[in-house]
């Protein structure tokens, strides 16, 4: 049994991670994009999203698992996080030059201390992720203020922009979540 967590009663491998970055991905309009291109040219931009992210990801993160048009990711560091989720953007902004199909993502970033489940991670951090990605625009990155707080400040990134753009309650909260909008520095 691992020190950082214990075993739920009556579920083996359920163990709390440690603190972290939950992120989530989600191809917007992809209800449409189906009704509109068809089956195969979704799957294809889900793949392109999952190839693309996987090429990015640095070595103490992984794709936690896809989930229909999105994917559930972890990262060990917050900034790794932010700059992953902002690499990503930039990659499919570039890839969605001159294409029939351009890829639009929204992701959204929370930290915090999820419970695991084999594989998986479960429980209100992933859910305040979740929905912390559903606020999010096409090509935005949105994180909580609790990542906020685990880099030290919203300056704490080199090159990297977060700003505070208010509190917000999201389905099954009750207390508003502060969200901050993530962007790259136009200045060095």
Same mark, same amino acid.
């Given at each position: 049994?691992? +020190?950082? *967590?214990?075993?739920?009663? *009556?579920?083996? *491998?359920?163990?709390?991670?440690?603190?972290?970055?939950?992120?989530?991905?989600?191809?917007?309009?992809?209800?449409?994009?189906?009704?509109? $291109?068809?089956?195969?040219?979704?799957?294809?931009?889900?793949?392109?999203?999952?190839?693309?992210?996987?090429? !990015?990801?640095?070595?103490?993160?992984?794709?936690?698992?896809?989930?229909?048009?999105?994917?559930?990711?972890?990262?060990?560091?917050?900034?790794?996080?932010?700059?992953?989720?902002?690499?990503?953007?930039?990659?499919?902004?570039?890839?969605?030059?001159?294409?029939?199909?351009?890829?639009?993502?929204?992701?959204?970033? $929370?930290?915090?201390?999820?419970?695991?489940?084999?594989?998986?991670?479960?429980?209100?951090?992933?859910?305040?992720?979740?929905?912390?990605?559903?606020?999010?625009?096409?090509?935005?990155?949105?994180?909580?203020?609790?990542?906020?707080?685990?880099?030290?400040?919203?300056?704490? +990134?080199?090159?990297?922009?977060?700003?505070?753009?208010?509190?917000?309650?999201?389905?099954?909260?009750?207390?508003? !979540?502060?969200?901050?909008? !993530?962007?790259?520095?136009?200045?060095?």
């Amino acid at each position: 049994m691992s +020190v950082r *967590g214990l075993a739920a009663p *009556g579920g083996a *491998g359920r163990e709390t991670t440690g603190a972290g970055a939950i992120a989530f991905t989600d191809i917007v309009g992809f209800t449409e994009l189906t009704e509109l $291109h068809g089956d195969d040219a979704a799957l294809a931009l889900v793949d392109r999203q999952t190839s693309l992210t996987r090429e !990015v990801l640095p070595p103490a993160s992984r794709i936690v698992k896809e989930i229909g048009d999105g994917l559930l990711l972890w990262f060990d560091d917050p900034v790794d996080a932010l700059c992953t989720a902002l690499t990503v953007q930039e990659h499919l902004a570039e890839s969605a030059l001159g294409d029939e199909l351009p890829l639009w993502v929204r992701i959204g970033v $929370h930290w915090g201390a999820p419970k695991r489940r084999g594989d998986d991670l479960i429980g209100h951090d992933v859910n305040l992720a979740s929905r912390v990605t559903g606020l999010a625009g096409p090509g935005e990155v949105l994180c909580t203020g609790a990542v906020v707080d685990a880099l030290g400040g919203a300056a704490a +990134v080199a090159g990297v922009r977060i700003e505070f753009v208010g509190a917000t309650y999201v389905k099954g909260l009750a207390a508003p !979540v502060p969200v901050h909008a !993530v962007t790259r520095s136009s200045t060095p």
